[in-house]
Nanobody, 124 residues
Framework: QVLLVESGGGSLQPGGSLRLSCAGA????????MGWFRQAPGREREFVAS????????YYADSVKGRFTISRENAKNTVYLQMNSLKLEDTAVYYC?????????????????WGQGTQVTVSS
């Protein structure tokens, strides 16, 4: 069982920055592909970013490319999502997810373990 706990969410104005963290417990995350997803009210959960075991393969949704950065620190069993130049449409609950698959993935149904989510609200 992999337990994931997100933190770092908050409320801020457009153009601001936040860094989300996802800490793992129960097992080391070093052998898991990690992903970030988000879900806005009334919308389906959507892919944001994913990172392979080593960090060598990274994918981003087009909507966040160039603004968000996913990274991992296996020694700390933690994955991060640095979010810059935040927009109103980035408002959502952000979820961390893990899968033992070999390759980084954009598909939400490929992820087995999910955190409880952290709210990010961008408003003027």
């Amino acid at each position: 069982q992999v337990l994931l706990v997100e933190s770092g969410g908050g409320s801020l104005q457009p153009g601001g920055s936040l860094r989300l963290s996802c800490a793992g417990a129960g097992r080391t995350l070093s052998r898991y592909v990690m992903g970030w997803f988000r879900q806005a009210p009334g919308r389906e959960r959507e892919f944001v970013a994913s990172i392979s075991w080593s960090g060598g393969t990274i994918y981003y949704a087009d909507s966040v490319k160039g603004r968000f950065t996913i990274s991992r620190e296996n020694a700390k069993n933690t994955v991060y999502l640095q979010m810059n130049s935040l927009k109103l449409e980035d408002t959502a609950v952000y979820y961390c997810a893990a899968t033992p698959n070999l390759y980084a993935s954009r598909g939400r149904y490929e992820y087995e373990y999910w955190g409880q989510g952290t709210q990010v609200t961008v408003s003027s």
